[in-house]
């Protein structure tokens, strides 16, 4: 491996390990577009560091230089969208973007005016915009590796104030915790860490660097410490995916397949992680549609033998559908899972399928009942409620409300009441 | 036309143009949405281009302000999953789409005739050099493209006025009254998105942002009205492209980005000076609030029990020379009055602090 892609490569992990961690907070507190006005208002400081700079005599490109300036602008960025929010009806959607905005536009202005100077050494300062990873240095690794270590100290040694502001600022304040200040200190660490990002990803596309890896580690877990350990993870893993990917072929620009890599990590995890995956809901979702239409087809073969008497008949599928009108997937759904078998051209109920088909006209009719004694609700109001709850209610649920009730043999509308499959 | 007139033009029919759905992102709290179509639009535009060859062709325009509205698109379905809050949805969605755009640029830009910087910042400059030939005459294409943008917003702005007010401010009534809000929502948006488009070769992607948005806020810290508004942030931004302009010959700087930070100095300049939202007219009136209530508090004190002036400060329980410079004015006012050795509050005081009291 050359020493270039190893310096990208480093420098593009510290950079993803830090930013994922630290959005994780601004993600929780719903300031995730706080990032990218940080990231805009610290173009301005980095131009006026290094006018600063030249004009003073010093190397108007050293990273802590200009990392300085752009700490400072992107501070004062800060302290304004706050002002406006504060004392004006603007809301912080309009202020973020008034703010983000004017400084790159500020930030453009003096960028033409360092060019204009003609310095040989302002090259390169117009890669902040977009940037360009690798022409990274081994210093500016170092400087990238110094800030990263401050800021997940300071989350590491300030982790809990941190967790309680985020979940309920009221009651750290309660319990005496000076949230204004912790306020203060996490706005400062995002600042760090975005001015972190300058460099190898640009301003524009810096507010992906702090969302996407923490929007993915949500996903995976509901707890505070493994979800910024997580995003710290993807964090990183984008990094390197990008200095990798990058550096396979010529112009593949590093900061954008980063920001790419990180948004695949987060398309992934919203659809396949355990407990919140899409996958899974939608597998969920069409597994319970499939179970209420074949049990509102068992239950309308009961309906049918209640008028006939016969459970266990063959009945010609027209006849079955014309009840509600089931559709034919649903008999297909229930023969595959062996509640009712072809007998002939007809269709005929299993011995499981009447115990099922039981199950759910009693847990239908006793959840009416319930209805009907308990909350007194007018028998034309029963049905439709219970027609969904006949598919969720489980067996001790029922037999609760059963003896509750007082098993009662028949429901509100005179039906009876089934106890198990007819002998 | 002078080519500076021309540029000037320019950047007020973008400001205009932009304006007008800028008031509504504003009102309605969705600022950042019109900064996500200004930057997702990027792809659009570079792919429209890898296909037609050019920048200037309507298919440009429509196919860039499509992916606009599937940025929109992309970022409600990523909200209504409920696994990503809307602000995240956002700051996702729309860096995703720009890095695309930057990866395709960078990959095509060598050998195709696409110049990464031009359609990142624009370059207003260019606005005279770029020319088309219209009924016999020869006009500045991005003049003329922002002039017919700028006219079909207002006219957007216009027949929809009824709509969108009511939209805007309350929703509700509006659902109940017929007017699909997700419908208005789009055609709001697809407004934005063919205004970034329109922008694009004269500001770029980012600097738009500040054409939509600033100018939008500033009016709405001068008006409560909706009409004056629109007209208000119009005159804001036409009035920053001149003085940006100006600012950018002066200081031998980016144009657009000096329109931009002439619309920061005007907006501080009536966030601070504003009559009712102003901060510095809030700290007068604050003060003049506190003063006549101090005013009140002394006369309504000597009304229950007239008091000698030097032990009105202990009754009260105020310092000394505050206590001695009020009664110095409720004396010239004429709304206290000493009698026999006592200060008193005469008519004048009492109707002044029911009128306070009121």
Known sequence: MSETLLTVLAGAMVLGLSAGALGCFAVLRRHSLLGDALAHAALPGVCLAFLLGSWAGFDPKHPLLLAGGALCTAWIGTLLILGITRTTRLKQDAAIGIVLSVFFGAGMVLLTIVQGMGNAQQAGLDKFLFGQAAALTRNDVIVMSAFAAVVLGALLVFYRPFKLLVFDAEHAASLGIRVKRYEVLLVTLMVVAVVLGLRTVGVVLMAAMLVTPAAAARQWTDRLGLMIALAGGFGMAAGAAGAWISALEARIPTGPIIVLSATALLLISLLVSPRRGLLWAWVRRRRNRRRVRVENLLKDFWRLAERDNGYGRPRALSDVMAVRGAVSRAVDDAESTGFIRKAGTQLQLTDKGLMRAARVVRNHRIWEAYLSNRLDLADDHLHRDAEDMEHVLDDEVIEQIDAALGHPAKDPHGRPIPRGAPA | ?358
């Not at chain 2, 890898?50 to 940025?71: D, E, F, H, Q």
């Not at chain 2, 789009?186 to 600033?214: D, H, M, Q, R």
């Not at chain 2, 309504?300 to 030097?310: G, K, N, S």
Request: negative net charge.
């Open chain 2, 1 to 358: 036309m002078s080519d500076d007139l021309i540029v000037i033009l320019t950047g007020a029919a973008c400001a205009i143009a932009c304006a007008i759905p800028g008031c509504f992102l504003v009102l309605r709290g969705i600022s950042l949405i019109g900064d996500a179509i200004s930057h997702a639009v990027l792809p659009g535009i570079v792919i429209a281009f890898l296909i037609t060859n050019s920048l200037s062709a309507w298919p440009v325009v429509i196919g860039a302000s499509a992916v606009g509205l599937l940025t929109v698109f992309l970022i409600e379905t990523l909200t209504r999953t409920r696994r990503v809050k809307e602000d995240a949805s956002i700051a996702v969605v729309f860096p995703a789409l720009f890095a695309l755009g930057v990866l395709l640029l960078v990959q095509y830009a060598d050998y195709r005739d696409l110049d990464p910087d031009c359609v990142l910042h624009g370059e207003i400059l260019h606005a005279p050099l770029m020319t088309i030939e219209l009924f016999g005459a020869t006009l500045s294409r991005p003049l003329f493209v922002l002039t017919i943008a700028a006219a079909v917003n207002l006219v957007f702005a216009l027949v929809f006025f009824k709509e969108l007010k009511l939209s805007t401010f309350d929703a509700g009534l509006a659902a109940a009254s017929g007017f699909s809000p997700i419908l208005l929502h789009y055609l709001l948006t697809g407004v934005v998105s063919l205004t970034t488009v329109a922008s694009f070769e004269s500001v770029g992607a980012i600097l738009v942002v500040a054409f939509l948005i600033v100018p939008a806020a500033t009016a709405y810290l001068l008006t409560d009205r909706l009409g004056p508004m629109l007209v208000l942030a119009m005159a804001v931004g036409s009035t920053a492209a001149y003085l940006g302009f100006e600012l950018a010959v002066a200081l031998d700087a980016s144009v657009a980005g000096s329109m931009t930070v002439a619309m920061g100095g005007l907006f501080l300049l009536v966030w601070l000076a504003a009559p009712r939202e102003g901060v510095l007219g809030r700290f007068l009136r604050n003060r003049r609030r506190k003063e006549r209530f101090a005013l009140a508090l002394v006369i309504e004190h000597l009304v229950r029990e007239p008091t000698a002036a030097p032990d009105l400060a202990p009754a009260l329980r105020w310092p000394e020379q505050r206590i001695t410079e009020l009664v110095a004015t409720l004396t010239t006012r004429g709304h206290i009055a000493e009698n026999a050795g006592v200060l008193v509050a005469t008519k004048a005081g009492s109707e002044f602090v029911s009128d306070v009291v009121d």
